[in-house]
Every structure is written in C-alpha cells, then in structure tokens.
C-alpha cells in the first residue's frame, strides 16, 4: 500500500488528501493547526458564526467545474448552495444589484448611465469581454474533463483566443487605456487589484475579464454558454452555514477511508534521501516514512527550511526567492442585535473610496496601512445563512487587506484598528457599535500563526504578476509535490480543488 503524506490541511491539502484516500493509499495529513480547513473554517462565538477565508466560492454550482471534481469524489449534493454577487461602491456611485431585474446587461446600462461619454467604448470593451468570458468558461470546464472530453473544449476555445490574441502580453494599465479615456471607468474594471496588492501595469490584460464577469454581480444573470451549446459559465456561490461544511465533506472523504489527520503537528522538516522525498520530521522529532508526500503553505518555507536551500537546484531556489505574494487581511467579526437589511440586504458588499490604485497599493506595499479609510468590505453570511445567528441578530464581517508589518506591531495597535475599521463601516451601516453583542479580530500577525507564514501571510497566495509564477507543483525530489495557493495554480478556492487534484494524478502517474 502506498504510504502518502500531506503537509497542511488546508483546501489544497485537503484536496489531495481525500484523492489519495480515495486511490487507496495510506494517508496522513499533518497539520500545525488546532483545526483542519487552514483558512477555510467557519467559527463559532457566544452563538453567532463568521468564515475567516474564504466566503465567495467560483464553480461550485450545479455542473460547474468543482461540483463535477465533488460528483467523482462520491460528495456531489452534499452542499446547500446558494447564487452569490457582489456590490461595487466607489466615492461617489455604486453599481449594486438593483431590485428590478433589468436583464444580464444592466450593468451595461448602468455603466453608460454613468459615463455617457464612454458609451461606444463601454460596447467594444464589452465585446472582448464576452469573449473573454466564452474562452474562461471552456478553459475551466477543460481543466477538469478527461482526454477526450478536452479536445472539444480546446478546439472551441481556439477561434475565442484569436478574438484576443493580441491582448496576450499586454498588461491591464494598457488594456484599459487602450478601451477608456475616463479613468473613473478604468477603475471600475481594475479595482479588484486593490486586494490583490497589484500595480495595473504589473496585471496581465486577459486577467481582466477573471473578476468581472456579469454573473458576478446579480445572481439573477444567467450563465452563458459559449457558441451556445457549451457547458455554462461560471457562477459564484455562498455555503449554507459557512465554508467549514466544504472541510467537513473533504475530511470525511479521508477518514472514511482510513486516512488520518494529525493537528498541532508542525512538520519541521521534509526528509531526503539521493534525488527521492522519504517522509517527514515533526516538530517533537517523531520521524514518518512515506513514498509520497504533499506539501502546501508558505512555499520559502518550505523549500528554504524544510528541506534546505543548500539541497536545491540554484536554478528552483531562485524560482522560489522570485515568487510575488500579496499581503494579508485585517478582519473584525461582530454579532449584532439589529436588522442590517436596511443599508445592506445581500450579503458582499466592497466599498472602494480611492481612485488611484497604483497609489493605494505602493502604500500597502511599504507598511503604510489605510485602516479602513480607503476601503472595506462588508460580509454578512447571516443573510445566506440565517442559523450563522441568532434569531433577529447578525454576523457581520468587515476586512481590509492589511500589510504584514505595521509601526508599533498589530499586537500593540489592535484595539485601536478595530475602532477605527468599525467606525467606517458605521458610515455605511448606522447603529452597527452600539448594537454589537461580541467582536473579535484576527490581524495579519494571527493570520501568520494560523496558517504557519510566519514571515509573511499571503491572503490569497501567490501573486499573479505578469512572467512571474508560484512554486512549480514538480519539485526537484521524486515524490514530492507542491501544492496550495503558493504554487503555480494561484489563489481561490475552486483553483486548489482543481489544481490538488489534478497534481495528484500526476503524482501518481510518477510513483
Ligand atoms: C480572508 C480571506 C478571504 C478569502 N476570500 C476568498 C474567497 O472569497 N474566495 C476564494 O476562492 N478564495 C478566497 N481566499 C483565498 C483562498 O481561501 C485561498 O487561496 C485557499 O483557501 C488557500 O488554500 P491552501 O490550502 O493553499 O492554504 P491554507 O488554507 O492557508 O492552508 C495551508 C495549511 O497548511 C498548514 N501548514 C503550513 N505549513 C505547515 C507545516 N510545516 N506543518 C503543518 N502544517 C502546515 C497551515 O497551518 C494551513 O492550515 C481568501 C483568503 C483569505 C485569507
């Protein structure tokens, strides 16, 4: 029987450990955590629940691509799912979900409404868009079929890159300034690169179409198929009950099959023999041998410490020193005793208050935190899931992206980031202090301990800068592979999921 180890529990390890599992291999994961799920778990406190990672999940929904990766994994219908968007507010207009469904275009209209001037730019924007969005769609779905059902996928997504081919090496400052005049407007397309910490010139332009696809922002839009009689597009989607239930369902996908998870062990070091991974050395010094081995988390880590730099190829370590990361998150989670429908009644709202990106993130970029002043975002998963609180009361998260390293430590000026975040988000929902019952926060510094990054917490992973890339999945010893959202697959939820799995079944054709 094949001996398998997974280092970390998070979506990515979870991912291929209930793979292995699956296969028949003998799993262990280790998991320096007192919980399993890394990011991706749901909370509880004096009877209200709030997710600490994830809440916004891409391709769960019926036939999309993870619900068919949970369908093959015998955990398909086990989620109660429900269609998700985003409202968008800048300085001085919003483009939120409005009451009266206006169509899968309204954002269109809304967008014209408000730059009339741009309105031929708006249509020939929107025409590289849709196909943009076409060519995502087939991308996804063929990422996760077999052989033969790609080649169909791969064949209609070729007349759909020759549409934008000529946007391949340019990045998202040109791709906006060759579309718009109004930089206003540009912002509205780019302002996601914000919380990922990216320059607009350092962003590919074809990454532009990824967060703004109009099934995004109203659950009522319906996907698109490309041609179509392709497979629909992406949707977003919320978890009944919070992100944890997707831990439960991987975690009983493990030990259902005999696999193991092992919390508050710490792999201190990953053991190599000649060119092969043998197993592991956790931080007590136990020792566990193993033919094959996962590992996923803080990818410097990992490499320079678990395994050593002196050991690696001068080649994959500089690979390793170059990967870009974001920054981490600052987050407060409040129970309230009011009715918050008034001023938000869906649950995602981003409130943006600056215009200038490059501006913002070159500050973020060198410690100089906002606290709130240039922008947050307001999740109340209470309003998908009302059993995340009591009844007539709601959990409410507000959260910015945060540097890791702020004058004085997050420690010492915790309390006083919590005021000031609360008090911005009072602006947008009044009455949200005095009615709050129980708070807590985790500050970037918690985020590094909670998810072993001690250096530096990335919040999404890595980040994705143009010619630049996460930790290769093949390492340069037999048997050890990486995974996680500092690997080659990037940030997201539904990318570990695909990604994890997809690994897997290269390491197995390896082994
Ligand atoms: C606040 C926040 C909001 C987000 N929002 C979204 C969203 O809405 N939608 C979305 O799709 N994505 C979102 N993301 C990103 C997404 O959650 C991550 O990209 C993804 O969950 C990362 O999974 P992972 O397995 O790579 O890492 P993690 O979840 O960080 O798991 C890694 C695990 O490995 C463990 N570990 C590391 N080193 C060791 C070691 N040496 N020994 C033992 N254990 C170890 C860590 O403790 C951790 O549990 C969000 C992330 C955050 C933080």
């Known amino acids: 029987m094949t001996r398998a180890i997974v280092?970390?529990?998070?979506?990515?390890?979870?991912?291929?450990?209930?793979?292995?599992?699956?296969?028949?291999?003998?799993?262990?994961?280790?998991?320096?955590?007192?919980?399993?799920?890394?990011?991706?778990?749901t909370f509880e406190r004096d009877g209200f629940r709030w997710d600490i990672g994830p809440m916004i999940l891409e391709g769960f929904g019926p036939g999309e691509p993870v619900d068919?990766?949970?369908?093959?994994?015998?955990?398909?219908?086990?989620?109660?799912?429900?269609?998700?968007?985003?409202?968008?507010?800048?300085?001085?207009?919003?483009?939120?979900?409005?009451?009266?469904?206006?169509?899968?275009?309204?954002?269109?209209?809304?967008?014209?409404?408000?730059?009339?001037?741009?309105?031929?730019?708006?249509?020939?924007?929107?025409?590289?868009?849709?196909?943009?969005?076409?060519?995502?769609?087939?991308?996804?779905?063929?990422?996760?079929?077999?052989?033969?059902?790609?080649?169909?996928?791969?064949?209609?997504?070729?007349?759909?890159?020759?549409?934008?081919?000529?946007?391949?090496?340019?990045?998202?400052?040109?791709?906006?300034?060759?579309?718009?005049?109004?930089?206003?407007?540009?912002?509205?397309?780019?302002?996601?690169?914000?919380?990922?910490?990216?320059?607009?010139?350092?962003?590919?332009?074809?990454?532009?179409?990824?967060?703004?696809?109009?099934?995004?922002?109203?659950?009522?839009?319906?996907?698109?198929?490309?041609?179509?009689?392709?497979?629909?597009?992406?949707?977003?989607?919320?978890?009944?009950?919070?992100?944890?239930?997707?831990?439960?369902?991987?975690?009983?996908?493990?030990?259902s099959r005999g696999g193991s998870f092992h919390v508050n062990s710490t792999v201190e070091r990953i053991l190599v023999e000649g060119d092969r991974a043998v197993g592991v050395r956790l931080a007590g010094g136990e020792e566990h041998r193993a033919d094959l081995a996962f590992a996923s988390g803080d990818a410097r880590h990992c490499f320079f410490n678990m395994i050593g730099r002196e050991r690696l190829p001068r080649e994959f370590a500089e690979k390793i020193d170059d990967i870009p990361l974001m920054e981490s998150v600052f987050m407060v989670h409040l129970g309230v005793d009011m009715d918050v429908t008034p001023w938000q009644d869906t649950p995602v709202h981003y409130h943006y208050n600056i215009?200038?990106?490059?501006?913002?993130?070159?500050?973020?970029?060198?410690?100089?935190?906002?606290?709130?002043?240039?922008?947050?975002?307001?999740?109340?998963?209470?309003?998908?899931?009302?059993?995340?609180?009591?009844?007539?009361?709601?959990?409410?998260?507000?959260?910015?992206?945060?540097?890791?390293?702020?004058?004085?430590?997050?420690?010492?000026?915790?309390?006083?980031?919590?005021?000031?975040?609360?008090?911005?988000?009072?602006?947008?929902?009044?009455g949200l202090r005095k009615h709050t019952v129980t708070r807590w926060a985790i500050t970037p510094k918690d985020f590094g301990i909670l998810t072993h990054m001690r250096e530096h917490h990335s919040f999404g992973g890595f980040r994705p800068v143009i010619n630049k890339t996460g930790a290769p999945h093949r390492t340069p010893y037999r048997g050890l592979w990486f995974i996680g959202c500092q690997s080659e697959s990037g940030p997201g939820v539904w990318t570990q999921i695909i990604s994890a799995r997809s690994v897997f079944k290269k390491a197995r054709r390896d082994l």
């Not at 979506?11 to 262990?28: E, N, R, W, Y």
């Not at 967060?211 to 995004?216: A, G, M």
């Not at 973020?364 to 709130?372: A, F, I, P, Q, V």
């Open 68 to 255: 068919r990766i949970l369908k093959r994994m015998g955990l398909g219908g086990r989620l109660t799912l429900s269609r998700h968007e985003r409202g968008l507010h800048f300085p001085d207009y919003a483009v939120t979900r409005p009451e009266e469904y206006g169509g899968p275009d309204w954002r269109v209209k809304r967008l014209k409404e408000l730059f009339p001037h741009e309105a031929a730019n708006i249509d020939r924007f929107y025409v590289f868009l849709r196909r943009s969005f076409d060519l995502i769609t087939l991308d996804r779905y063929a990422a996760v079929a077999d052989s033969a059902g790609a080649i169909p996928l791969k064949l209609g997504m070729l007349p759909l890159f020759l549409g934008v081919k000529k946007y391949v090496h340019w990045n998202a400052r040109q791709l906006m300034d060759h579309f718009f005049t109004d930089e206003k407007l540009k912002i509205f397309f780019l302002v996601i690169l914000v919380d990922m910490t990216l320059l607009t010139d350092e962003y590919p332009a074809l990454g532009v179409p990824f967060s703004n696809q109009e099934t995004y922002f109203d659950r009522r839009v319906p996907p698109h198929r490309p041609y179509g009689i392709g497979p629909k597009g992406i949707t977003l989607h919320a978890v009944e009950g919070g992100c944890g239930e997707i831990v439960k369902l991987m975690e009983e996908a493990v030990v």
């Open 355 to 430: 215009y200038d990106i490059d501006a913002e993130v070159s500050r973020m970029r060198s410690g100089l935190y906002h606290k709130g002043k240039s922008g947050f975002l307001i999740y109340i998963p209470s309003l998908h899931s009302p059993q995340m609180a009591p009844p007539g009361k709601h959990a409410v998260t507000v959260y910015t992206v945060a540097p890791n390293r702020i004058e004085g430590g997050w420690d010492s000026r915790k309390g006083e980031m919590i005021d000031t975040i609360v008090d911005e988000a009072e602006v947008k929902i009044p």
């Open 7 to 41: 280092i970390g529990s998070g979506m990515a390890g979870l991912t291929a450990a209930a793979h292995l599992a699956m296969d028949g291999c003998q799993v262990k994961v280790f998991e320096q955590a007192g919980h399993i799920g890394g990011v991706t778990a």
